[in-house]
């Protein structure tokens, strides 16, 4: 609920320095895609200052005017009951934005006059951008375009964003609109029943003018809808899109990165590292810098990028097409036992590939504290880089028994994502309602090219931007640590064992002996796990100095040494500490690409809340795990 | 009279009541309100509800389309 108004001064031109302009709707009724009409190529999508929710900006020229365009979240009406409508609601009339633009859906018009009858009596003046006029043709709904303008009492541009027409009117509209005296504030309560009753009344009255349904069809929508929501079939539909989805993201991406990979680290490193060698070969620290630290650094960034832009242009399809909201509503009541909502089960199931491209996924549930709550426990479902050490360490501790041990680290990763929801929930989100399923569902529609691809770009030109700096310097930082001598030797020629990264790993070590794997090499292991999960085999290896030249390593020997130690650390109850660690693996601090993901969506705040809580989770989880095991007689 | 959770695919019916819940003011402004027409379009899965109120498409969940008391008048 807004509170009152009580000045027409815009709080948020003040802070931006020109006229800013909001675009307001509902959900799904073309107001991204008007938004990206008008801001072109110059629009930034993040959260708005303070708050985790997305709105985007534009600096767009009108008439030679510069003004701050706005896409506010969805908004059914002017009485918020999420943080997303509240924002919106907030900087519409709270502060006073310079004019609205109110975008209506010709074949939805019903629903989205109950906003339109809010946005009447605020003080900017408002501009109706009628879209979807295709939509409303196909289904034979006609709109009196003429009878709306004169009952709304405001100007209204019929405009199909998708193909332009109508955008320059519109754009007019804007100017106009600026030119106008802010009107006197009318608005006091907005969410009282009998008000609301009184808005409807008004809406089946305009309704009545304006529209003729005598030609209205029974839609395509209708029957497809009875096929995709349907208990059984629904759900079988809904899991070969998320397969598809899943294989993509991994499958079709895996050899990329592979090819990413090897041309960064192997060519330009080895061409780089030769060079070096020839220019400087009295300085190995320089050839270290570059290579294992920017190079590597910045190959660790790039080969994160075909999964991402995978996931990115495959969720803009979903979204576009409206079946995210069907995908939604079948996903539902699973979803609620984790206290998540339906849209969760997406980002969950692609964190089951990679959790960097499933924490900006999350972008797709919606509501901020969901979307929050979300991203929180994507971290806890076992990706792809996980799986590689799973495979590794079960095919040499269990042998036959390998393929179980995985699999049983896939139950302990669902079973982590329900226990972190609710303990998040208990801590963090106490007062999210438990709101039945009520949401409204957009018509189906051809996704737009421009649009999926303009939509993929953004998100990964995003994300490089604000992950890649945390990644590079994590990387860099690992450099650093490995490369300083603690005992004798040069600055970068240092074995791992007598570096400060070597110091380090001694140190922490001890803090696992509860769990049964207080061994160094391994401790060390886990530390640099946090740059990538599938690091942890070849750090393992660096840290028994078995790497060669060619960084290849004996997995013979590697094994040879893990099973020494494992049976060393735990007094003889290896496959109980083995079990913990894979345990510890699955569920302590999220990769540095995670962690810059989170801070991308949530800010830096959640992003260390949840790399702290996930590391106590995991240690104690770690402990238990081993504990009982080692009581029960596990050896 | 019965509630719009019992109604049959393809039917149409007039809301007559709804009773009084945390989400009635959110329902009131989707249109689920007295006098309103609905169509259910779906039954969907644990007891949620498909339906149509005028050019709007709503997902309900069963609790929700329990607590809407409605009037058939026709089959589409």
Known sequence: MCSECQSGTSVIEHTLGRPVVALVGRPNVGKSTLFSRLAGVHRKM?????????????????????????????????????????????????????????????????????????????????????????????????????????????????????????????????????????????????DDLEQADERLRWVGDVMATVIDRSDERSTLTDRVDRIVTAPLLGTVVLLAVLWVVFQATTTLASPVQGALDDLINRGLGGLVSGWINAIAPASPWLRGLVVDGVIAGVGTLLTFLPVMSIMFLLLALLEDSGYMSRAAVVADHLMRVAGLPGKALLPLLVGFGCNVPAVSSTRSVGDARHRLLTGLVVPFTACSARLAVYVFVAGIFFGDRAGTVVFLMYLVSITLVVMGSMLFRLAFFRGIPREPLLIELPPYRLPTTKYVFADAWLRVKGFLQEAGGIVVSTVLIVWLLMSIPLAGGGFAQTPVADSAYGAISRAVAPVFAPAGFDDWHTAGALLTGFVAKEVVISSWAQNYALVDSTRHFNRASLSADLKRDFDRSSGGHSTAAVLAFLVFLTAYTPCVATVGAQRREFGWRWAATGVVSQLAFAWLIAVLVYQVLRLIGVS | MSTLHGLAVGAVARICEVAEQPLRVRMTAMGLRPGAEVAMVAHGARGSRLVRVGDARLALAREVALSIEVEATRVQ
Do not use: K
């Open chain 1, 46 to 190: 993040g959260n708005w200052p303070a708050t985790t929710v997305e709105v985007g900006t534009s600096i767009v020229s009108i008439q030679g005017r510069d003004i701050e365009l706005l896409d506010l979240p969805g908004t059914s009406s002017l009485s918020p009951v999420s943080p997303d409508e509240q924002l919106a609601c907030d900087l519409v009339v709270d502060e006073g934005v310079d004019a609205v633009v109110a975008v209506v859906d010709a074949s939805n018009i019903a629903r989205c006059l109950y906003l339109v009858s809010q946005l009447r009596e605020i003080q900017a003046p408002v501009v109706v951008a009628l879209t979807m006029g295709d939509v409303a043709d196909r289904r034979g709904i006609r709109v009196d375009v003429e009878a709306l303008q004169r009952e709304l009492g405001l100007p209204v541009i019929p405009v199909v964003p998708r193909s332009g027409q109508g955008v320059e009117a519109v754009r007019n509209a804007i100017a106009s609109a600026l030119d106008e005296p802010h009107r006197p504030h009318r608005v006091l309560h907005f």
